[in-house]
């Protein structure tokens, strides 16, 4: 088993920056991706950036590419989104995700296998 455990989010101005953490525990060995999914309320789940246990491949959505870094620290078994120029619409609830598989595509939620309990990010107007 997996376990995952995010922190880093809160409340922030439209234009400020937040940085989540996943960190990760148990049987990492098997991970191959981890992955940053988002869902606002009355919203579908959405993937918003992937990177694999290497660092050598990312993804992101399109709406947040430009404003958005995935990063990971194998050492510390953590990976990172760092959100800067955040926007209202940017608010959600967000959730880290690893999974076995490392082939594309990195957006499918039910390729993930295992989940974080989710951090909220709120951005005020």
């Known amino acids: 088993q997996v376990q995952l455990v995010e922190s880093g989010g809160g409340l922030v101005q439209a234009g400020g920056s937040l940085r989540l953490s996943c960190a990760a525990s148990?049987?990492?060995?098997?991970?191959?991706?981890m992955g940053w999914f988002r869902q606002a309320p009355g919203k579908e789940r959405e993937f918003v950036a992937a990177i694999s246990w290497s660092g050598s491949t990312t993804d992101y959505t399109d709406s947040i590419k430009g404003r958005f870094t995935i990063s990971r620290d194998n050492a510390k078994n953590t990976v990172y989104l760092q959100m800067n120029s955040l926007k209202p619409e940017d608010t959600a609830v967000y959730s880290c995700?690893?999974?076995?598989?490392?082939?594309?595509?990195?957006?499918?939620?039910?390729?993930?296998?295992?989940w974080g309990q989710g951090t909220q990010v709120t951005v005020s107007s």
């Open positions: 995700a690893a999974r076995q598989g490392f082939s594309a595509p990195f957006n499918l939620y039910r390729s993930y296998g295992y």
């Open positions: 148990g049987s990492i060995s098997v991970i191959r991706t």
